[in-house]
């Protein structure tokens, strides 16, 4: 477990020893302009959605079509697909806010990772501990014996990195 531990630690020093990499990595995964892109297109749907229904409602009004089981379903297939592009429209404006607040946190994670730079092997425990749970969303260890795989998820970033671990050492 201490070699775990020292791996893990070694690998978010490495990212506190360059906090502009640390941040330009952060920044990289954001896909704020895709998912702006694509709130935009959800829209579109969204209104192509209301108007045929509007146009379905008003032709059954005005006697142009019969409330059969083709335009019912026609209906109930647009409520639907409504309801589908409301909730995605719901995710990626959450998505969004969360960039945004993911940006603040990169400039306090910068700070911080400055003003921890000289002394970040001294810290206690606890902080390191905080370190590591701010910058490290999930640690996973593989293998047994000398045979030891660490694969480190970052916080900020999709992709893992894998760690050595050094064993045997007495």
Excluded: H, M
């Excluded at 229904?53 to 059969?68: F, I, M, Q």
């Amino acid at each position: 477990a201490a070699e775990v531990e020292a791996a893990v630690w070694r690998l978010v020093a490495s990212w506190l020893n360059d906090p502009e990499a640390l941040a330009a990595r952060i920044r990289e995964e954001d896909r704020s302009a895709d998912l702006v892109a694509d709130l935009n297109r959800v829209e579109a749907a969204l209104a192509d959605v209301r108007r045929g229904r509007e146009n379905v409602l008003r032709a059954l009004a005005a006697g142009l079509l019969d409330l059969d089981g083709e335009a019912a379903r026609a209906l109930a297939d647009l409520k639907a697909r409504g309801r589908r592009l409301e909730e995605r429209k719901r995710e990626i404006e959450a998505v969004l806010r969360r960039a945004a607040a993911d940006e603040a946190k990169i400039r306090e994670l910068c700070a911080a990772a400055r003003g921890y730079l000289e002394r970040a092997d001294a810290l206690p425990f606890e902080q390191r501990r905080e370190l590591v749970r701010a910058l490290v969303r999930r640690v996973v260890v593989s293998g047994r014996g000398n045979d030891v795989r660490v694969t480190v998820y970052a916080a900020f970033a999709p992709a893992a990195e894998a760690v050595f671990v050094e064993t045997g050492r007495g």
